[in-house]
Each structure stands twice: as C-alpha cells, then as structure tokens.
Antibody, heavy 122, light 106 residues
C-alpha cells in the first residue's frame, strides 16, 4: 500500500539548519508532484512547498521562501526539505503529501505521511 | 494574498446534518478540496475538485462550490465525524488552506 514516511525532525537552535526526508513506497513516485505542509502545535495547516513530478517546478509559501528548499530524488523515491535560518515560528509537525494528479500540474493532497516534529528553540 | 475563511466551530447532534462553509473571493472559479483531521492523526482528503469523493469516503460526505462559498456537508453525522475540517484551494501557484473548522458531535 501507499506509504510516506517522514524523518529528520528534532530540536534545533534558531538560525541553524535541518533537512527532512520523506521516503515513499507503494506508487510510482516519479509520476507525481509532492508537497510539504506543516502544522504548529494546536494550530491549523500551513502549506510549505510543492515540487513537480520531474523536479523542474517548485513553489513555496511566503513564510519560507528564500529559506527552505524542496527537492526530490526519483531514483531513491525520496522527497526532501532543506530548512535553513530556522526560526522559533518554524516549530511544527511537518507532513509530506502526494499530489492527486498524474504528471500534469497539481491538485489536491491525496495521501499524507504521519509527520515529523521540528522544534526550533535555544 | 488570497484567504479562505471558515467558521471556527460547528456543533451537530448525532444523525443530523453538519454544514461547513469556506469563503473566498471568486472561490467558485477555483477547485476546492476538503480534508478531515481527527485528533492526533494526519489529514485525510475527503473531497476534491469541489464535489468528488476519493475511494473509501462515505457518500454522506458531499461538497459543493459556487460564487464565493464552498460547502462541505456531512449527512447523518456520526461520532467518528468529530474532527477538524480544512478547505483548500490554489491561488497563483500556491496552496491556500482555510483556518479549519472543529466539528463537535454532541
């Protein structure tokens, strides 16, 4: 069955970096766009970034633009989120999610992982 | 920037109908998706492209979208429907989520 497993979360000091990974199985990873979404404790969902199936198109939310980078390795069926210059307000559970659409564009976030917690604190 | 507005909470009695709204400028011109998030769990897609249900989502969950308002309707509400619900749309190549609505089944 489809599985998305995030890893790489933890406690990090403000200003430092962290890289999250999302290992995927159960579907043809190279055919689908992928998203990162985060949720601060007790708060709602905040979209972070999306990458197209081939990695050629990337879009970011305003709050992370210029600090975070989304990437993928289709040979390893893994999605990444490089997070630099971390701030306390980046503290959240980070989810990866598979897009619904096959290759052409983006639509809904069809399948979600279980999330990984990132805490930015001194 | 584009915003989607949802009521913070909705209460419903078991067996009754819960209606959750999501409003935004010219929202009817966009596709709206809805996600259910039960406590301690990851979100689950329940409606996409305004009214389409993924496999495994019961027929008593339905969606519509027109004008400035999208609506998620849960008919014959059950205890298992108690959750947070988020609407979502695309605007200028970015994903926008509504603030979420907590549905309480009394």
């Amino acid at each position: 069955q489809v599985q998305l497993v995030e890893s790489g979360g933890g406690v990090v000091q403000p200003g430092r970096s962290l890289r999250l990974s999302c290992a995927v199985s159960g579907f043809t990873f190279s055919n689908y766009g992928m998203h990162w979404v985060r949720q601060a404790p007790g708060k709602g969902l905040e979209w972070v970034a999306v990458i197209s199936y081939d990695g050629n198109n990337k879009y970011y939310g305003d709050s992370v633009k210029g600090r975070f980078t989304i990437s993928r390795d289709n040979s390893k069926t893994t999605l990444y989120l490089q997070m630099n210059s971390l701030r306390p307000e980046d503290t959240a559970v980070y989810y990866c999610a598979k897009d619904l659409l096959l290759r052409t564009g983006f639509d809904a976030l069809e399948i979600w992982g279980q999330g990984t917690m990132v805490t930015v604190s001194s | 920037s584009y915003e989607l507005t949802q009521p913070p909470s909705v209460s419903v009695s078991p067996g009754q109908t819960a209606t959750i709204t999501c409003s935004g400028d010219e929202l009817g011109d966009k596709y709206v998706s809805w996600y259910q998030q039960r406590p301690g769990q990851s979100p689950v897609l329940v409606i996409h492209e305004d009214f389409k249900r993924p496999s495994g989502i019961p027929e008593r969950i339905s969606g519509s979208n027109s004008g400035k308002t999208a609506t998620l309707t849960i008919s014959g509400t059950q205890a298992m429907d108690e959750a947070d619900y988020y609407c979502q749309a695309w605007d200028s190549s970015t994903v926008i989520f509504g603030g979420g609505t907590k549905v309480t089944v009394l």
